[in-house]
């Protein structure tokens, strides 16, 4: 009983076959390395950024900083306002005319901000 395929066919089906594994063995070896250099592309990028962030304990002391220079300005608010009050309570009266006209004075610019907007 004869095959279907004679041996000559069966040897360039096999040589072909060979061929295709050797092509597949060639493309995994060039994709195993891209992969390699892509990892170690990936590593050296994390490790500068992991070198380019500041460490914790600048990030502390730029914490502190902001901090102690917002008790500052609060301390320098909380003194302004105490301030304030003591000219009001030593001088109601001028302190009321003083509020009244800061508020007309606001109330003719609100005003003339509406008509310009309006026109």
């Known amino acids: 009983m004869s095959s279907w395929l004679g041996s000559s066919k069966k ?10 594994r050797g ?4 493309i995994a ?8 250099l ?11 950024l992991r ?5 914790g304990d600048s990030v502390a002391r730029a914490t ?11 301390d320098q608010a909380s003194g302004g306002v105490r301030e304030a009050r003591a000219v009001v309570q030593q001088n109601p009266t001028t302190s009321i005319a003083i509020a009244a006209g800061i508020g007309f004075l606001v109330g ?4 003339a901000s509406r008509g310009e907007e309006e026109g």
Request: glycine share 10%; proline share 2%; charged share 25%.
């Open 64 to 74: 502190d900083t902001a901090m102690d220079q917002g008790r500052y300005w609060l």
């Open 23 to 26: 092509e597949i063995a060639s």
């Open 51 to 55: 070198a380019s962030l500041p460490d």
């Open 38 to 48: 892509t990892g170690d592309r990936l590593r050296s990028n994390v490790a500068q």
């Open 11 to 20: 040897k360039d089906v096999a040589d072909e076959l060979e061929a295709i």
């Open 29 to 36: 070896h060039r994709v195993s390395g891209i992969a390699g």
């Open 108 to 111: 003719l610019m609100v005003g």
